[in-house]
């Protein structure tokens, strides 16, 4: 398939460079055709690295089985390269650019051998658009090509704007597994772990990624352009770069308004992105579900855009219940990533549906029956959809939209209530910075199930010094005022009595949203408390809410003896900070203490 010329020259360079380095039999350039797309499916199918779905069941579908050791995004080996240590902060992993580089170009020597190189240039957010940004993937997996298609807006149009002289981020990317003649390729190559690297140098705007094949870790147009490299340019140049959904939501009246939310991994974006309102007469539209890219204009109101063009959302726990617009946005055009087979050649996981098939195939490939004590799915197993595919996707999608609420939250059994505003933007920032949640399975790490901090969502994903980014927080705040800015809240869908979820989530979940939408609007509709503003629950919708007041009480208690702990444990966070911690953080911890007389 021939593409446009490369008149770039700093792109034609580096292809020529990387060509030499890597060695590969040859060099694809990804056109963002479906022909392309589909000859490429066919090819892995053939090849047996996908299978390809039931066509009556899951049209032009493909699922993927990873290796074992490859099943998500690995932070432990996930590196800010920037000259100076203090660059990257407490937070991330650094290691100078001086000795990361040689260590990785080792590595990539002749990594592509036996392998097709695809060099895939993509815009993050629409083409063309002031706030979208361009980068050009090389990459040896025709599975990361194939998720690049879906994720990002690709192709020759893309190369025009390239050509044309626009700026774009080099994202390097190998699976790490050179093949030599007559060596057999594994269904899902890849390298062990201590060769895995992936790694950002925010001074360059460069990306390098080896060994891995999974998600944020190969999809370089996500976590590691879309949120680390971003977030750096982001600080440069006065604009936020986040972790976070975008929401449309009608209210009864036919108010539009427009909410971001930043929720950990595996914590309930997509979910909340996909609502289907409880309420009567709201109606919930899909912007985006993981990132947003927002900044202040003209107007003084803060403005996003989902820079993704597709979902790379957590299968396990999808369901027709739970979510029926991503069961409906899956149904054509998707990749499967780790899910099980059922014996019609369609996709099964935890909690699909309520009657388990009595025979599958696990996500390793091996026979599963009912009763078996392993789950057949992994629990970050993952679909790649596309955005067009969302049967609540909002018409005007691809413009950016005015924000009137920002939402924090995460997995607390315990402390964090059902929801609270914060009395100002300031101290909205304050909760941003103290958001914690469990660990999930978005992440290979041996303590899922234990809470960390995890400030803003961004904790794996802040590209620079996070006390620059608390920072930097602040000064975007100082371009507006209060009254034009996003109101802040902390939600928590997961608070916990014993071993079950005291509230039901999901689709009731618009009552908390018809709350902060009435606080946006200064509805007095509730009750202050030392660490902000929790429902009054007298002016709290509980219309035809299986929740006994009882446990609403619970939901929204606010209790001095267990803040006290939580208080010590932020304190305790905070020393991570050292001598760096921002002012802001000091002056409104000693307000909250002040607050509850501590
Ligand atoms: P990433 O793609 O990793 O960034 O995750 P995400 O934040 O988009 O999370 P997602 O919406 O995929 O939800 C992850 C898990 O949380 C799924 O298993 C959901 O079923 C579950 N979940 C989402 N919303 C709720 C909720 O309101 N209540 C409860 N109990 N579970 C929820
Ligand atoms: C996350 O972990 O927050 C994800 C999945 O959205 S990944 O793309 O793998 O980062
Ligand atoms: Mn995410």
């Known amino acids: 398939m021939q593409s446009k010329i490369i008149e770039n020259q700093t792109l034609f360079t580096w292809i020529e460079e990387i060509k030499t ?167 899902w190559p890849c390298a062990p772990i201590e060769e895995k690297y992936i790694s950002h140098f925010p001074e360059e705007r460069m990306i390098w990624s080896y060994g891995s094949g999974y998600g944020g870790n190969a999809l370089l147009g996500k976590k590691c352009l879309a949120l680390r490299i971003a977030s750096s340019m982001a600080e440069k140049e006065g604009w936020l770069a986040e972790h976070m959904l975008i929401l449309k939501l009608k209210d009864a009246n036919n108010n539009v308004k427009y909410i971001t ?98 025979h599958l195939i696990d996500w390793r490939g091996n026979d599963w029956n009912k009763g078996d004590i392993l789950r057949p799915d992994h629990p970050n197993a993952r679909f790649t959809a596309p955005i067009i595919n969302c049967p609540t996707l909002a018409k005007n999608y691809e413009s950016p939209v005015p924000i009137s609420a920002i939402l924090f939250g995460g997995r607390r059994p315990s402390t964090i209530p059902l929801v609270h505003q914060s009395f100002d933007f300031e101290h909205g920032i304050f909760l941003g910075s103290i958001m914690g949640s469990e660990i999930t399975a978005a992440v290979l790490d041996e303590n899922i199930g234990k809470v960390r901090r995890d400030p803003f969502a961004m904790l794996p994903f802040i590209g620079y010094n996070i006390s620059n980014y608390i920072q930097h927080w602040l000064d975007v705040s100082k371009k507006s005022n209060d009254e034009l800015l996003p109101k802040i809240f902390y939600v928590n ?3 916990k009595d014993k071993d079950t979820f005291l509230w039901p989530g999901f689709g009731e979940n618009s009552r908390v949203l018809e709350w902060i939408l009435q606080r946006t609007e200064g509805k007095e509709n509730f009750i202050e408390t030392p660490i902000g503003l929790v429902p009054d629950l007298d002016k709290f919708n509980l219309e035809g809410l299986s929740v006994s007041r009882t446990k609403m009480e619970e939901l929204v208690k606010v209790d001095k003896s267990t803040w006290e702990i939580e208080i010590k444990s932020i304190e305790n966070y905070f020393r991570m900070y050292k001598n760096n911690i921002p002012h802001i953080l000091k002056n409104q911890l000693n307000n909250l203490k002040k607050r509850f007389d501590i």
């Not at 990361?144 to 390239?162: E, P, Q, S």
């Open 261 to 358: 939310g930043a929720f950990p991994s595996a914590c309930g974006k997509t979910n909340l992105a996909m609502i289907n309102p409880s309420l009567k007469g709201w109606k919930a539209e899909t912007i985006g579900d993981d990132i947003a890219w927002m900044e202040i204009k003209d107007d003084g109101k803060m403005y996003a855009i989902n820079p993704e063009a597709g979902f790379f959302g957590v299968a396990p726990g999808t369901s027709i219940r739970s979510n029926p617009n991503a069961m409906k946005t899956i149904e054509k055009n998707t990749i499967f990533t780790n899910v099980a087979l059922t014996d019609d050649n369609d996709v099964w996981w935890k909690d699909l549906k309520d009657e388990e098939p009595n």
């Open 493 to 495: 869908w997961f608070r």
């Open 21 to 187: 380095l890597c060695r590969p039999n040859d060099v694809v350039i990804w056109t963002g055709t479906q022909k392309q797309y589909d000859e490429l499916a066919d090819e892995e199918v053939k090849t047996g690295k996908a299978i390809r779905l039931n066509p009556e069941k899951r049209p032009n579908s493909l699922l993927y089985r990873s290796d074992p050791s490859d099943v998500a995004r690995i932070e432990k080996r996930t590196f800010i390269s920037t000259s100076k240590e203090e660059n990257a902060g407490p937070t991330n992993n650094w290691i100078s650019p001086k000795d990361l580089k040689p260590r990785m170009l080792s590595l990539y020597k002749n990594s592509m051998k036996g392998r097709t190189m695809y060099v895939i240039p993509f815009s993050m957010g629409l083409i063309g658009l002031g706030m979208s940004r361009l980068g050009v993937e090389i990459t040896d997996s025709p599975y990361v090509a194939l998720n690049m298609h879906i994720m990002t807006r690709t192709g020759d149009k893309v190369l025009d704007l390239i050509n044309n002289g626009q700026d774009f981020v080099k994202c390097l990317h190998s699976v790490g597994y050179p093949l030599e003649p007559g060596m057999k390729d594994p269904v």
